[in-house]
């Protein structure tokens, strides 16, 4: 099975921009689908975006055009580029595999997870 572990997480201000990184270890990522969610204090945990081995990229309606998913194959690596954060963007953001290699939106179609990356945006 597959260990992912996120990092790149901070502090920013509103507009900044952010790049997190999901490294895998124990598989190669192209053995799965791969998904970002968030979750915010209070809220159910959310579908960000993702990325199959064939580059098929969705992203939930509140982040595209500001976010970009992309992978190394090389470094076993998954990004989550995130450009013109806002402070509702605020979140532990976790990555996800799918071993089916599909991009499921619900949490519960990932067999495997990260630990999470602390993401704050101020205003």
């Known amino acids: 099975q597959v260990q992912l572990v996120e990092s790149g997480g901070g502090l920013v201000q509103a507009g900044d921009s952010l790049r997190l990184s999901c490294a895998a270890s124990?598989?190669?990522?192209?053995?799965?689908?791969m998904g970002w969610f968030r979750q915010a204090p209070g809220k159910e945990r959310e579908f960000v975006g993702g990325?199959?081995?064939?580059?098929?990229?969705p992203y939930a309606d509140s982040v595209k055009g500001r976010f970009t998913i992309s992978r190394d194959n090389a470094q076993n690596t998954v990004y989550l580029q995130m450009n013109s954060l806002k402070p509702e963007d605020t979140a532990v953001y976790y990555c996800?595999?799918?071993?089916?290699?599909?991009?499921?939106?619900?949490?519960?179609?990932?067999?495997?997870w990260g630990q999470g990356t602390q993401v704050t945006v101020s205003s």
């Open positions: 996800a595999a799918d071993p089916r290699l599909r991009i499921g939106y619900m949490g519960s179609e990932y067999a495997f």
């Open positions: 124990g598989r190669t990522l192209s053995s799965y689908g």
């Open positions: 990325i199959t081995y064939s580059w098929n990229t």
